[in-house]
């Protein structure tokens, strides 16, 4: 059995999404996104530095939502949701896969911290600034990338799953305005009862 | 013929790398480190943000470190440098294949920036603490991972071309300090010929 250790608003919700998408059987273990839950000592065996998600399947138990995602599509399906090596679609995967945590998710990082999380006398308007900035430039060529297709790819991939939801959390920090195909993109994918089950997005 | 759209210092590197530990014939466009080069027109189309390694292969473009690593496994090699999918090491190479960009690099990248790329009077020390604190915490598991091994899964692998670089880049900053594993990690990589050749480490 596949157990993912989850909390909400996290990459956590990628793997959600995922398994729903490909209706594995599942065990939920859903924490609060707090430091109670995630910095216990009992999480803190699962990944030391207390982040989600996690995922434990008999002895393997494996952290790092990309990893997670590869790890599910190449052991739990005949290659679902990923094209073939030999696909011209296959280059263009495995970019915008890693685009989603090289380029998309350090500026929303930044932005969450300077938003959300820190208290507000030490909210830096700057690096905020530097950040959103940052953002935009990123997503621009996404942008430009989705024009005439219906998923990230045409077809709905795992690509969805890893840069569509940073997307959608894009969307939630008001980073989108202007860019009209990623936003129709967001409102394409609540249209995935998979997806409205597991992300939030407003 | 591959083209590789290089910079020193930069993840440009462990494509170089990669393409010399698997002796394919490649053609290098060297580029300087700088906007002058980085940022031109001929680069941006490229890539839109004038980011290097990119990949050209006929008529496939790609970038992204990791994605490239993939791609010239997938496509040049029979399986070379990474586990098989049913091996014990296939979920410890997805998940620190995925640390790398994930965990390392973002505090990599603001330590980068507040001690090298920014004028000295817009560098904030406050930052810089925060993230030079974070990666010592982010290297900390792998230290434990390689306790008893000569590389990160074991034997030589892809890896140790996405998280090892980023490992040699932590001694550069100074943040492997009292972690004697990686320390001697970073020796040994020395005694492969293709790392010297390719890689700046001091």
């Given at each position: 059995m596949l157990t993912l250790h989850y909390a909400p608003f996290s990459r956590a919700e990628r793997i959600h999404w995922l398994l729903e998408e490909l209706s594995l059987p599942y065990e939920l273990n859903k924490m609060e996104f707090s430091p109670a839950d995630l910095k216990?000592?009992?999480?803190?065996?699962?990944?030391?530095?207390?982040r989600v998600p996690v995922l434990e399947d008999g002895d393997v138990s494996i952290f790092e939502s990309g990893a997670i995602v590869e790890y599910i599509i190449a052991r739990y399906t005949d290659g679902d949701l990923k094209?073939?090596?030999?696909?011209?679609?296959?280059p263009?995967?495995?970019?915008w896969f890693h685009y989603c945590e090289g380029m998309v998710m350090p500026?929303?990082?930044?932005?969450?911290?300077?938003?959300?999380?820190?208290?507000?006398?030490?909210?830096?308007?700057v690096v905020l600034g530097q950040a959103q900035?940052?953002?935009?430039?990123?997503?621009?060529p996404v942008e430009q990338a989705i024009e005439g297709r219906q998923y990230l790819l045409g077809d709905f991939s795992a690509v969805d799953i890893m840069l569509g939801h940073s997307i959608v959390k894009s969307k939630m920090?008001?980073?989108?305005e202007?860019?009209?195909?990623?936003?129709?993109?967001?409102?394409?994918?609540?249209?995935r009862p998979?997806?409205?089950?597991?992300?939030?997005?407003?």
């Open positions: 216990s000592e009992e999480h803190r065996k699962r990944h030391p530095l207390g094209p073939a090596t030999d696909s011209p679609l296959f263009e995967f495995l970019q500026p929303i990082n930044t932005i969450v911290v300077h938003t959300l999380l820190l208290p507000e006398d030490r909210r830096d308007p900035r940052l953002l935009t430039k990123a997503l621009q920090t008001g980073s989108l202007g860019m009209d195909n990623l936003l129709a993109y967001t409102e394409r994918l609540k249209e998979a997806f409205l089950e597991t992300v939030i997005f407003e």
